[in-house]
């Protein structure tokens, strides 16, 4: 049985692994020139931020598999979990190398980048509902056994049949295109999935998912330790790379654990920054007019007067708020 001590270790040491990666990856970003390119039409504040190296979701990502073989606890879960990662987190990169490296502002199409996103995501989907020990099933949040509701009866697991790819390849590319909204701010990104992460080392510990507790500790650690470097004023930026390879993370986590549905409620800011973006969209299309200051949400706070440190370290209390929330959900 997994103790909570191994969780710990794996914490400080994918906390210690980011922290002495940093000095060799950041100056070497510099090098190459891979500076952030600032939106004009963002916050006036951020544009003292422009040259400021990104891609160093690489940091976060090295930290990761590193950290998650010192356990010396290696099964098929442990392995799609990072392999999982790593995906995104390519496709992450060969934006961010397109857009910083070979200067074409928009990276890849939108397209190109779903489409890659889609068959990651179904073959996780796949993996999942033909090794899992419930199939097609999912667990639903706040209910044990079962829920009657006069003559309505909700189960614990609720069957999806054939609906059960398409809706893991939803939760995915949502979870994961989630993350890379979220990541505006200095340390948000970050700090946000640190707090989600370090909610699915103690579910996976409690449950026996003793690899994944592993690998949940090593995202939180390695996350805790790329905050040294992230936190306002940032000395670089983990970008698509990072941010898509943290939301896949996230989201291979809560599926090999069967709780897709927990995702809305732990990663509630992750679901905000999205929807912002989306009633935004529709509000200009339809009526010419914009619900917030602007998307997404964090960008709203800021021009509403918040301190970019408040906007940050708000975000990170509601989802320390959200997580106990979803502990009650989960037992």
Request: charged share 10%; proline share 3%.
């Given at each position: 049985?997994?103790?909570?001590n ?8 994918g ?15 510099r090098r190459?020139?891979?500076?952030q ?5 963002g916050?006036?504040?951020?544009l003292?931020?422009?040259?400021t190296?990104?891609i160093?979701g ?11 073989f010192?356990?010396g606890i290696i099964?098929t879960d442990?392995?799609?979990a ?5 995906a ?9 190398f397109?857009?910083v490296?070979?200067?074409r502002?928009?990276g ?8 890659l996103?889609?068959s990651v995501?179904?073959l996780?989907?796949?993996y999942q509902?033909n090794t899992?020990v419930v199939e097609t099933?999912?667990i ?17 697991y609720l069957d999806l049949g054939?609906f059960y790819?398409?809706?893991i390849?939803?939760?995915?590319v ?8 979220t990541d505006?701010?200095?340390g948000?990104?970050a700090?946000?999935?640190l707090?989600?992460?370090?909610f ?8 026996g998912?003793?690899?994944l507790?592993i690998?949940?500790s ?8 790329f905050?040294?470097?992230?936190t306002h ?9 990072g941010s ?8 291979t986590?809560?599926i ?6 927990i995702i ?8 905000a920054?999205?929807?912002s973006v989306?009633?935004q969209v529709i509000?200009?299309k339809t009526?010419?007019?914009?619900i917030?200051?602007m998307s997404?949400l964090?960008?709203?706070?800021e021009?509403s007067?918040?301190?970019?440190t408040?906007?940050?370290?708000v975000?990170?209390?509601v ?5 106990l ?7």
């Amino acid at each position: 049985m997994l103790q909570q001590n191994q969780l710990i270790y794996t914490i400080i040491i994918g906390f210690f692994i980011t922290l002495l990666l940093g000095p060799l990856i950041i100056p070497f970003l510099r090098r190459l020139k891979v500076g952030q390119t600032i939106r004009e039409e963002g916050p006036q504040s951020h544009l003292t931020k422009s040259g400021t190296p990104t891609i160093g979701g690489i940091i976060i990502i090295v930290s990761i598999i590193i950290t998650s073989f010192t356990a010396g606890i290696i099964n098929t879960d442990l392995l799609v979990a990072i392999g999982a990662t790593i995906a995104f987190g390519l496709i992450g990169f060969i934006d961010d190398f397109i857009k910083v490296v070979l200067k074409r502002n928009l990276g890849l199409r939108a397209y190109q980048k779903l489409l890659l996103q889609i068959s990651v995501a179904v073959l996780l989907a796949i993996y999942q509902s033909n090794t899992s020990v419930v199939e097609t099933k999912i667990i639903i949040p706040f209910i044990d056994g079962s829920l009657q509701i006069g003559n309505i009866v909700i189960p614990q697991y609720l069957d999806l049949g054939i609906f059960y790819i398409p809706f893991i390849v939803f939760v995915v590319v949502a979870t994961v295109n989630s993350a890379n909204l979220t990541d505006g701010l200095d340390g948000l990104a970050a700090g946000v999935t640190l707090i989600i992460t370090g909610f699915f080392s103690l579910l996976a510990m409690s449950w026996g998912y003793t690899s994944l507790a592993i690998f949940a500790s090593a995202v939180t650690g390695a996350c805790l330790g790329f905050l040294r470097y992230n936190t306002h004023p940032a000395q670089v930026f983990m970008g698509d790379t990072g941010s898509l390879a943290l939301g896949g993370a996230v989201a291979t986590m809560a599926i090999l654990m069967n709780v897709p549905l927990i995702i809305p409620i732990v990663g509630g800011i992750y679901f905000a920054e999205s929807l912002s973006v989306i009633l935004q969209v529709i509000s200009f299309k339809t009526t010419g007019k914009r619900i917030f200051k602007m998307s997404p949400l964090h960008h709203h706070y800021e021009l509403s007067g918040w301190a970019e440190t408040k906007v940050v370290i708000v975000f990170w209390i509601v989802t320390v708020i959200l997580c106990l929330v979803g502990i009650l959900a989960l037992h």
